[in-house]
């Protein structure tokens, strides 16, 4: 079972980017779909962006499009998100996540292992 530390979060501006990091421990993560969730104050948890376990397909909420992106090394057992043009409404707790099986997709039901979140506070 695959293991999920979540970095580089922290305090930006408005405008402003970061890049996320979700270090895998344990399990293949070679074979495992990820994706990107989040979890702003008061709201529930919402798919950002998933990656399929070649990386060749990846996929993005509306909400974020054009402004993240999301990419994996396989060799190095890291996923990572780099957000651009962030925005306060961005703000929230970001989780990884792993699906083993391999399908991945938006729903969080799909998703096996999670991290413990890493904090992103965007100010305006």
């Known amino acids: 079972q695959a293991r999920l530390v979540e970095s580089g979060g922290g305090l930006v501006q408005a405008g402003g980017s970061l890049r996320l990091s979700c270090a895998a421990s344990?399990?293949?993560?070679?074979?495992?779909?990820m994706g990107w969730f989040r979890q702003a104050p008061g709201k529930e948890r919402e798919f950002v962006a998933g990656i399929s376990w070649t990386g060749d397909n990846t996929y993005y909420a509306d909400s974020v499009k054009g402004r993240f992106t999301i990419s994996r090394d396989n060799a190095k057992k890291i996923m990572y998100l780099q957000m651009n043009s962030l925005k306060p409404e961005d703000t929230a707790v970001y989780y990884c996540?792993?699906?083993?099986?391999?399908?991945?997709?938006?729903?969080?039901?799909?998703?096996?292992?999670w991290g413990q979140g890493t904090q992103v506070t965007v100010s305006s």
């Open positions: 344990g399990g293949t993560f070679s074979s495992y779909a």
């Open positions: 996540a792993a699906d083993p099986l391999g399908y991945g997709g938006t729903l969080q039901i799909r998703y096996a292992n």
